[in-house]
């Protein structure tokens, strides 16, 4: 609204009254598509001023598993919701859930049993996380209709086989095992912490200094005792995961901080605990070239069997014989010359910065948003 209404700049044509204070989306250069169905992704707070939308929502959507698709509707495309009225060559901006983890997909399984249907279950503290199977899936329309592409997140129908007769031309698999199997955080007392201290203390001195005539003592002593009792009581809180201190056996890392729980015991706190568990968690990922159309077309919207946030499965070579990992495409690269047919680099898994440097300057941009959010700069 900001950029194609003209609500604080002059339009790009003053002189034209439509220009001016246009909430006609049907004119708009790009707009942002409804969401008609309903929403099973993981909540979080959205919180920005005046932030663009990959700084506000960067750690929220990794969070969540959600994926930005961001597509030109040109005359002729299917409309992007019903009723859509959008110009030739707009773009629309969509964030979907391919990942279905929280209402059921696959996170593995193998070639002899097939994969297994599990969903993530968040406990009701809002930071356990559990990992339930489904004993008897339906099939997905999807796969039973003649001559569609695709793949339902909810099972995925993609798996690339690394062997000598395959699709893969070359691969590069990486684990990591879980890391911390606690977490802590805070800084600061509970909202009403240190308020609730200084009242009692100025209320109990000032009654008992009412007794000799001191009534106003009060004050005096709380200004005292204030840096001693000050961020000291419910500042700090620690969470742990029986469930993977088990998993890792008796050795293993015991504790995090969690970055940005400031405040202990507040909804802030809360997710930058979760957030640190998610971090910490067990991933693979696989970087693979594969050629095209073998036997799996990369493409959406039924040009292709999967594409960019699609859930896929994949084996590795000198693991257990048949063992399938299931993990979300996270980059594509293609690659294309005159004497060379087109080949697909698919980044499979969580795709994160390695490079120390790299890591250091997205915190950085982090503080230097929350500063302009205070008006620092």
Same mark, same amino acid.
């Given at each position: ?7 604080? &700049? ?9 220009? @001016? ?25 959205? $919180?920005?001023?005046?932030?663009? +939308? ?16 961001? =597509?030109? *509707? ?18 629309? @901006? ?48 999807? *796969?039973?209709?003649?001559?569609? =592409? ?30 911390? +199997? ?5 800084? $600061? ?12 203390? !100025? ?20 200004? +005292?005792?204030?840096? !001693? ?35 202990? *015991?507040?909804?802030? @706190? ?9 971090? &910490?968690?067990? &991933? ?26 699609? =859930?896929?499965?994949? &084996? +590795? ?61």
């Amino acid at each position: 609204m900001r950029l194609e209404s003209s609500l604080w &700049t002059l339009p790009d044509d003053p002189m034209d009254p439509a220009q @001016w204070f246009n909430f006609n989306q049907s004119t708009w250069g790009m707009v942002v598509k409804p969401d008609l169905t309903p929403d099973h992704s993981v909540g979080g707070i959205v $919180h920005a001023r005046f932030k663009n +939308v990959h700084e506000t929502g960067r750690r929220i959507v990794e969070d969540a598993q959600l994926t930005w698709e961001p =597509r030109r *509707y040109l005359e002729g495309d299917e409309a992007p919701w019903p009723g859509a009225d959008i110009k030739h060559g707009c773009l629309v @901006w969509d964030l979907v859930d391919n990942s279905a983890f929280t209402t059921g997909t696959s996170f593995g399984g193998n070639e002899f049993d097939g994969l297994v249907r599990q969903f993530v279950n968040i406990g009701s503290d809002g930071k356990t996380e559990t990992v339930e199977s489904v004993a008897d899936p339906n099939i997905p329309e999807l *796969y039973t209709t003649p001559g569609a =592409r695709g793949t339902d997140p909810s099972m995925p129908g993609v798996i690339w086989r690394d062997g000598e007769h395959s699709g893969i031309q070359t691969s590069m698999f990486s684990y990591r095992p879980a890391q911390d +199997v606690g977490v802590v955080g805070g800084g $600061h007392s509970a909202p009403g912490v240190n308020e609730t201290i200084s009242a009692g203390i !100025i209320s109990l001195v000032g009654f008992l200094g009412s007794m000799i005539g001191q009534s106003q003592i009060g004050p005096a002593v709380d200004a +005292v005792l204030k840096p !001693i009792y000050t961020d000291t009581i419910l500042a700090f809180g620690k969470w742990k995961s029986p469930a993977r201190a088990q998993r890792l056996g008796w050795s293993h890392l015991h504790e995090r901080f969690a970055e940005g729980s400031d405040r202990g *015991y507040t909804l802030s @706190w809360l997710l930058a605990m979760r957030s640190a568990m998610w971090a &910490t968690r067990e &991933t693979t990922s696989c970087t693979v070239t594969v050629t095209d159309n073998a036997p799996w077309k990369i493409g959406q919207n039924g040009h292709g069997h999967c594409f960019l946030g699609s =859930r896929v499965g994949f &084996t +590795v070579l000198g693991m257990k014989p048949g063992r399938i990992f299931v993990e979300q495409i996270s980059e594509l690269v293609l690659e294309w010359g005159r004497n060379m047919a087109p080949l697909w680099q698919l980044k499979i898994g969580q795709r994160e910065p390695q490079d120390p440097i790299v890591k250091a300057l997205a915190l950085l941009q982090d503080f230097f948003g929350m500063l302009q959010d205070l008006g620092v700069l």
